[in-house]
């Protein structure tokens, strides 16, 4: 770190009641290819402060790349006047106790420091895994990217917090696409995006990512030769990376306390729950049971502490199928006087901290993935999300996958093609009639979650099993 911050805050000419600085250096390597040729290579650096301060009851904000003192000063003198001018259509009046004076250090778990991987060993990995994704000449276009990143994150404040964060994370994507006459399937790494961890160069693994390749180019060829996926009403088996984006999209959102507050609304919508809901709302079946853990090793959204310095805990939203509470901040919490998490979180430097998920997991229950499946007369099981739609409310979806098989009397059976389904959230989570177990949950990650103005893309995490929801409404690509 090249600013000192404790004798930055401390010399800040300023009449407020609180304040913060929050300094972020994020470094990231980016490699694309596409039918192994490069498409990009870059590194970036970005760096900066933000300037966070309380004066009456209000909170302002000024964000600087200049590290030395007196723009530090000038930005604190712009959040000064923010609050001030905020002052009288303010909704809601703070005190200090909103940030809370933390002390601590995170660093990502990890075996091998990222500095290990060359900007060729990567190329040259990503070369053979087009080369490995084209398994037959109906595979007519492969892509393979892979990014790897690293952030210095320290925080300060006028009460005594002093935290620091060490994040290191790879990110990788990788697809086929198969053309059989006028049919044309995709097949990816369990859907876009959606292989992202913390950890170190012990994730980049070339014999896995090599088999990982051949397998999907195949999986794209056989979606060419496949049935249509019916038209009916049946048990619905979703693996985990498809569980990812149903957690993501009917759970996640809708339990935002600043969107049900209403801050979102001209953005991204509302939501369906209520404040009234929490502690009260059966949200789905007995076995639905989510968390909020932002201490799972290696997930993506794994930190210590958010972005106002609120230390980071696991906590159950829903247990049992009753909602508990929301993913709201101390703010947030405080307006609307239910029960939150550590969710405070910017994507940047140079944005002010919203309410966002962070890991959203679904709590394992009982059942090898054979026992679920054998358990199942007739059904479909889905994998790798393809496509989304829901409704501002966070009510009504329907979501698409790349991959399907038919359930028969226990067993997997065809290879289906355009598999999609629909429903209503809650009604969709009370037809939960499985969970698998531990044997069967998948971690994945996202890091392209957006969500305020200005746009805010952030990293989220999603862990889940196996799991079964009855009489659901399944249709293939003609729509149903």
């Known amino acids: 770190m090249n600013i000192d ?40 650096i970005n760096r900066g402060i933000m300037v966070e301060v309380l004066v009456d009851g209000q909170m302002g904000y000024c964000a600087t790349n200049r590290l030395d003192f007196d723009s530090v000063q000038r930005a604190a003198e712009n959040a000064r006047q923010q609050a001030m001018m905020a002052k009288p259509w303010g909704i809601f009046s703070f005190d200090s106790g909103i940030r809370p004076p933390s002390r601590g250090v995170y660093q990502s778990a990890m075996k091998k420091p990222l500095e290990v991987l060359t900007a060729k060993d990567i190329n040259d990995l990503l070369i053979q895994v087009c080369d490995n994704l084209r398994v037959s000449d109906k595979v007519v276009k492969t892509t393979a990217l892979a990014v790897v990143n690293e952030m210095d994150y320290y925080f300060v404040s006028s009460n005594g917090a002093n ?3 060490h994040f290191s994370m790879v990110f990788s994507d990788y697809s086929a696409i198969a053309q059989n006459g006028n049919i ?34 195949e999986g794209a060829i056989a979606l060419t030769e496949a049935e249509e996926c019916p038209n009916t009403r049946t048990n619905l088996v979703l693996a985990p990376d498809q569980m990812m984006l149903q957690i ?16 979102e609304r001209n953005y991204a919508g509302s939501s369906f729950v209520k404040l009234a809901d929490f502690g009260n709302l059966a949200y789905g079946s007995d076995k639905m049971n989510i968390t909020f853990d932002p201490t799972f090793e290696g997930e993506l959204a794994s930190y210590g502490f958010d972005d106002t310095g ?12 009753m909602l508990l509470r929301g993913l709201g901040s101390l703010e947030s919490q405080a307006r609307a006087k239910v029960e939150g998490v550590a969710n405070a979180r910017a994507s940047s430097w140079n944005r002010p901290p919203i309410d966002r998920m962070a890991n959203l997991n679904l709590e394992s229950g009982e059942g090898s993935f054979n026992h679920i499946i054998s358990n199942i007369e007739h059904g ?14 966070r009510n009504k979806f329907q979501f ?15 290879v289906l093609r355009n598999p999609n389904y629909r429903g209503v959230t809650q009604h969709f989570w009370h037809n939960l009639v499985a969970v698998g177990d531990e044997s069967t949950k998948g971690v994945f990650g996202t890091p392209i979650c957006g969500k305020g103005e200005p746009n805010q893309m952030i990293r989220v995490g999603h862990a889940s099993p196996v799991c079964v929801f009855a009489d659901i409404e399944v249709f293939g690509g003609n729509g149903g």
């Open 5 to 44: 911050l404790e004798k930055t805050i401390a010399n800040l000419d300023i009449k407020a009641d609180w304040i913060g600085l929050r300094y972020i250096t994020e470094k990231s390597q980016t490699h694309n290819f596409r039918d192994s040729k490069p498409q990009y290579h870059g590194k970036k």
């Open 163 to 165: 935290i620091e964060q």
């Open 184 to 217: 044309i399937q995709k097949r990816s790494d369990h859907g876009m995006l959606a292989r992202c961890y913390q950890g170190g160069a012990e994730m980049i693994n070339p014999s896995f990512i090599l088999q990982r390749a051949q397998e999907i180019g």
């Open 248 to 263: 993501h999209e009917s759970v996640g959102h809708p339990l935002e306390l600043d969107r049900i507050l209403g801050d």
């Open 310 to 321: 609120i230390k980071a805990t696991k906590e159950y939203l829903i247990k049992e199928g």
């Open 380 to 393: 479909v099981y889905m994998e790798s999300n393809l496509s989304w739609s829901i409704d501002d409310y």
């Open 400 to 414: 698409g996958c790349e991959y399907a098989r038919l359930i028969e009397n226990g067993q997997l059976t065809k």
